[in-house]
């Protein structure tokens, strides 16, 4: 026993400690630490691009941003020949993200110069955290596969902010107080919605005779403590993504420091960001992805060739739904509201509307649902709602209380998601009137005035509105007036850049081509395949739009400007010349915004070609596509004295004659009874109820009992 008092320490394998137990663990993983830090630090500083030799970009990046750095992870990838780096950050991104942010803080202080410190000394300077927000081209993964294998691990998910919170101040690190000792103790925050763990007891050993400290002493010292900015985003999925028949799903974003207050409702996002388990997905990075898609070089070239060709136009127009037989107005019309004309703020901050509206109004099965659906596909950003199922609310902004919080937030409707794009409503008509109401401001001054629960504020819905609409009775019906048939109040239709009214017309030889051609388009269709989505590559047309509207901003030239300018009075004319003949106003007034729409449709025909200038003929058709549309609605209906031919009015005259004679003042008859007698002397049956609606028009006749018994007023 001699060997026991010689300082030694002895001990035994025991097997409550496994051979290579966690002390050995630990090692390696500090050395695998220390090591990636050596990694990361010479990958900012060392890595230079393909292309041009000698250029460091991330280097100087970060001394033109000393807040935050975007690397690419392709580049990580190319750099990294054995793959660690870009495998540690993705399977453990908790980890090895702040060892990046901390190489980055370390190469940015070896890249400064020092400085001279009070004392007249150099001293290093101080840097502060730099924010590393990464950024890959991969495929984002759908948010309905995000289980349990990819928590705490890094992810890519795309989709549409649909609530922002306020900017709270979140705690990094907590300075803890003992009540007892005074004792001081700092504690790290879990990132992202985790708050601290904070011990249950002082770690001070007491002295002989002091009384020993409590269990749970802490108290929180708040002005110690350090913040980050941080806000939390409510990220829903794209609408286009979302399987026929589902709810859209979605997930929150925690995102902090530098992104901060970067994100308003309705921008769509691709964000990369740990996924992690507290109610919600933590995103410790994101960047605006799809709301700004960066076109290569070629494809730009590619885009400026089609503009310069003289049949750009009618190359696009043979693009809108090709599935659709003729309706070639309404497709030039759909092409105008896709590209849109151009957003102009004035001196006075006054910003005038680029954005296209369109209506059709019309018979059932021409096809109108079958646009909108086009279009929805097509339009770079789009929302395809009904009327029916559509609430003030669901279109505009609802104020919703936070569970967890109870405070009131802003959710963002379809026209608010749909900022920058298109708005589809179909079954216009079938929309309650207090609904109808709410999109009246979005659709001229492109904002949303919200005054609800404390919550006063305006958000942009800078959308174009493309609706769809029968008439009261299902047809449209041509022996009643235009007010009849088109049962809007004029102040939605003056907002209306353009109405068509689409009449489903027998004619036999269009009746034979348009049987034809869907008997064509059933027998060609290729049998759908699982996947129907078509890729990003095969979408030419909805490439070309971005392009178009991020690239060329056409204005006016000053021929063009008083050729419209003398259009526009002659049409004016013209409306108030066919009011004093009828006695009554057209259904669709003619004012200042119909000139405005003629101003945008040009514009929107020069963005097309790629020109920077609307000329004469960009003008001439905008104006003949107006007057096709909304000139033709206006005049349509009983009142449509151009289809009436002088051997139709002649003997219209003569049914009105018959009918007087036929029934003194005071009289009343069946209509039916009437229209018998009066067919017996040879008179057409649609000529003799024409010549009775002119006479009630006139308030000459007065129907009565559900409209089968007609009186004859004085």
Same mark, same amino acid.
């Given at each position: 026993?001699?060997?026991?008092?010689?300082?030694?320490?002895?001990?035994?394998?025991?097997?409550?400690?496994?051979?290579?137990?966690?002390?050995?663990?630990?090692?390696?993983?500090?050395?695998?630490?220390?090591?990636?830090?050596?990694? =990361?630090?010479?990958?900012?500083?060392?890595?230079?691009?393909?292309?041009?030799?000698?250029?460091?970009?991330?280097?100087?990046?970060?001394?033109?941003?000393?807040?935050?750095?975007?690397?690419?992870?392709?580049?990580?990838?190319?750099?990294?020949?054995?793959?660690?780096?870009?495998?540690?950050?993705?399977?453990?991104?908790?980890?090895?993200?702040?060892?990046?942010?901390?190489?980055?803080?370390?190469?940015?202080?070896?890249?400064?110069?020092?400085?001279?410190?009070?004392?007249?000394?150099?001293?290093?300077?101080?840097?502060?955290?730099?924010?590393?927000?990464?950024?890959?081209?991969?495929?984002?993964?759908?948010?309905?596969?995000?289980?349990?294998?990819?928590?705490?691990?890094?992810?890519?998910?795309?989709?549409?902010?649909?609530?922002?919170?306020?900017?709270?101040?979140?705690?990094?690190?907590?300075?803890?107080?003992?009540?007892?000792?005074?004792?001081?103790?700092?504690?790290?925050?879990?990132?992202? %919605?985790?708050?601290?763990?904070?011990?249950?007891?002082?770690?001070?050993?007491?002295?002989?005779?002091?009384?020993?400290?409590?269990?749970?002493?802490?108290?929180?010292?708040?002005?110690?403590?350090?913040?980050?900015?941080?806000?939390?985003?409510?990220?829903?999925?794209?609408?286009?993504?979302?399987?026929?028949?589902?709810?859209?799903?979605?997930?929150? %974003?925690?995102?902090?420091?530098? %992104?901060?207050?970067?994100?308003?409702?309705?921008?769509?996002?691709?964000?990369?960001?740990?996924?992690?388990?507290?109610?919600?997905?933590?995103?410790?990075?994101?960047?605006?992805?799809?709301?700004?898609?960066?076109?290569?070089?070629?494809?730009?070239?590619?885009?400026?060739?089609?503009?310069?060709?003289?049949?750009?136009?009618?190359?696009?127009?043979?693009?809108?739904?090709?599935?659709? =037989? !003729?309706?070639?107005?309404?497709?030039?019309?759909?092409?105008?509201?896709?590209?849109?004309?151009?957003?102009?703020?004035?001196?006075? !901050?006054?910003?005038?509307? !680029?954005?296209?509206?369109?209506?059709?109004?019309?018979?059932?099965?021409?096809?109108?649902?079958?646009?909108?659906?086009?279009?929805?596909?097509?339009?770079?950003?789009?929302?395809?709602?009904?009327?029916?199922?559509?609430?003030?609310?669901?279109?505009?902004?609802?104020?919703?209380?936070?569970?967890?919080?109870?405070?009131?937030?802003?959710?963002?409707?379809?026209?608010?998601?749909?900022?920058?794009?298109?708005?589809?409503?179909?079954? =216009?008509?079938?929309?309650?009137?207090?609904?109808?109401?709410?999109?009246?401001?979005?659709?001229?001054?492109?904002?949303?005035?919200?005054?609800?629960?404390?919550?006063?504020?305006?958000?942009?819905?800078?959308?174009?509105?493309?609706?769809?609409?029968?008439?009261?009775?299902?047809?449209?019906?041509?022996?009643?007036?235009?007010?009849?048939?088109?049962?809007?109040?004029?102040?939605?239709?003056?907002?209306?850049?353009?109405? =068509?009214?689409?009449?489903?017309?027998?004619?036999?030889?269009?009746?034979?081509?348009?049987?034809?051609?869907?008997?064509?388009?059933?027998?060609?269709?290729?049998?759908?395949?699982?996947?129907?989505?078509?890729?990003?590559?095969?979408?030419?047309?909805?490439?070309?739009?971005?392009?178009?509207?991020?690239?060329?901003?056409?204005?006016?030239?000053?021929?063009?400007?008083?050729?419209?300018?003398?259009?526009?009075?002659?049409?004016?004319?013209?409306?108030?010349?066919?009011?004093?003949?009828?006695?009554?106003?057209?259904?669709?007034?003619?004012?200042?915004?119909?000139?405005?729409?003629?101003?945008?449709?040009?514009?929107? %025909?020069?963005?097309?070609?790629?020109?920077?200038?609307?000329?004469?003929?960009?003008?001439?058709?905008?104006?003949?596509?107006?007057?096709?549309?909304?000139?033709?609605?206006?005049?349509?209906?009983?009142?449509?004295?151009?289809?009436?031919?002088?051997?139709?009015?002649?003997?219209?005259?003569?049914?009105?004659?018959?009918?007087?004679?036929?029934?003194?003042?005071?009289?009343?008859?069946?209509?039916?009874?009437?229209?018998?007698?009066?067919?017996?002397?040879?008179?057409?049956?649609?000529?003799?109820?024409?010549?009775?609606?002119?006479?009630?028009?006139?308030?000459?006749?007065?129907?009565?009992?559900?409209?089968?018994?007609?009186?004859?007023?004085?």
């Amino acid at each position: 026993m001699s060997g026991w008092d010689e300082g030694e320490i002895y001990y035994s394998d025991q097997a409550q400690f496994p051979p290579g137990g966690a002390s050995s663990g630990d090692q390696a993983n500090g050395t695998s630490r220390h090591a990636a830090l050596q990694k =990361f630090k010479e990958f900012i500083r060392n890595f230079q691009c393909k292309t041009q030799p000698n250029v460091f970009p991330y280097r100087e990046a970060l001394v033109a941003d000393p807040k935050c750095l975007l690397i690419n992870l392709a580049d990580l990838i190319s750099y990294d020949s054995d793959q660690t780096l870009p495998q540690l950050l993705r399977q453990n991104p908790a980890d090895y993200l702040p060892l990046f942010e901390t190489a980055a803080a370390e190469v940015l202080a070896s890249l400064r110069s020092r400085v001279s410190g009070d004392t007249g000394e150099m001293e290093e300077p101080e840097t502060g955290e730099v924010q590393i927000l990464l950024r890959s081209d991969q495929d984002p993964v759908s948010m309905r596969l995000l289980g349990a294998q990819y928590i705490s691990k890094l992810v890519k998910i795309s989709g549409i902010v649909i609530a922002a919170s306020r900017t709270k101040a979140k705690a990094t690190y907590v300075t803890l107080l003992c009540k007892n000792c005074k004792n001081v103790k700092v504690v790290p925050c879990r990132p992202g %919605l985790g708050g601290a763990i904070v011990p249950r007891s002082c770690d001070h050993i007491p002295q002989p005779g002091e009384e020993p400290c409590p269990i749970d002493p802490w108290i929180v010292v708040p002005d110690r403590s350090k913040y980050v900015d941080q806000q939390t985003l409510k990220l829903q999925e794209n609408p286009e993504d979302v399987p026929t028949g589902e709810l859209p799903r979605n997930i929150l %974003l925690s995102i902090d420091r530098q %992104l901060v207050q970067t994100i308003v409702p309705g921008t769509r996002l691709t964000i990369m960001g740990i996924y992690s388990i507290f109610q919600a997905s933590n995103s410790s990075t994101s960047h605006k992805g799809a709301v700004a898609v960066r076109q290569p070089y070629i494809r730009i070239e590619e885009f400026k060739k089609f503009g310069s060709d003289s049949n750009a136009y009618e190359n696009i127009c043979s693009k809108i739904a090709p599935s659709i =037989f !003729g309706h070639g107005d309404v497709k030039k019309a759909v092409a105008c509201l896709l590209f849109g004309g151009s957003r102009k703020t004035l001196p006075d !901050g006054v910003k005038l509307r !680029g954005d296209i509206n369109v209506l059709l109004l019309g018979d059932p099965s021409t096809a109108k649902s079958q646009f909108l659906k086009f279009v929805e596909k097509t339009a770079p950003i789009a929302v395809y709602t009904s009327g029916k199922g559509s609430s003030a609310a669901g279109l505009t902004a609802s104020v919703i209380r936070d569970n967890s919080s109870r405070e009131f937030y802003l959710e963002g409707g379809a026209m608010v998601l749909a900022d920058g794009g298109v708005v589809c409503i179909d079954e =216009f008509d079938k929309m309650r009137a207090e609904d109808r109401v709410a999109i009246h401001e979005a659709m001229e001054q492109q904002t949303i005035s919200i005054a609800k629960a404390g919550i006063t504020t305006v958000l942009n819905s800078r959308t174009s509105v493309l609706a769809a609409a029968n008439p009261p009775s299902g047809r449209y019906d041509d022996l009643k007036t235009a007010q009849d048939n088109i049962d809007l109040q004029t102040t939605i239709l003056s907002r209306f850049d353009l109405i =068509f009214i689409v009449k489903d017309i027998r004619m036999y030889a269009q009746d034979k081509n348009i049987a034809n051609h869907i008997i064509k388009v059933h027998a060609s269709a290729i049998a759908t395949t699982s996947d129907t989505r078509t890729s990003k590559e095969d979408n030419w047309l909805k490439r070309y739009i971005q392009y178009c509207r991020a690239e060329c901003h056409p204005r006016l030239s000053e021929s063009a400007a008083s050729m419209l300018q003398q259009s526009y009075v002659k049409i004016r004319q013209d409306m108030r010349r066919q009011a004093n003949e009828t006695g009554e106003a057209a259904a669709i007034p003619i004012t200042v915004r119909q000139l405005e729409a003629i101003v945008r449709l040009s514009e929107a %025909l020069a963005r097309m070609r790629l020109s920077h200038v609307a000329n004469d003929n960009h003008v001439l058709e905008a104006i003949r596509l107006f007057n096709n549309a909304t000139m033709d609605a206006a005049r349509s209906g009983i009142n449509q004295h151009i289809n009436l031919t002088p051997e139709m009015a002649n003997e219209i005259k003569q049914a009105e004659t018959q009918i007087k004679r036929r029934m003194g003042i005071g009289s009343h008859i069946s209509e039916r009874r009437l229209i018998d007698e009066l067919s017996r002397m040879g008179m057409n049956e649609s000529i003799v109820r024409r010549a009775l609606l002119i006479m009630h028009q006139r308030d000459e006749v007065e129907y009565k009992r559900e409209r089968r018994v007609i009186v004859r007023k004085a």
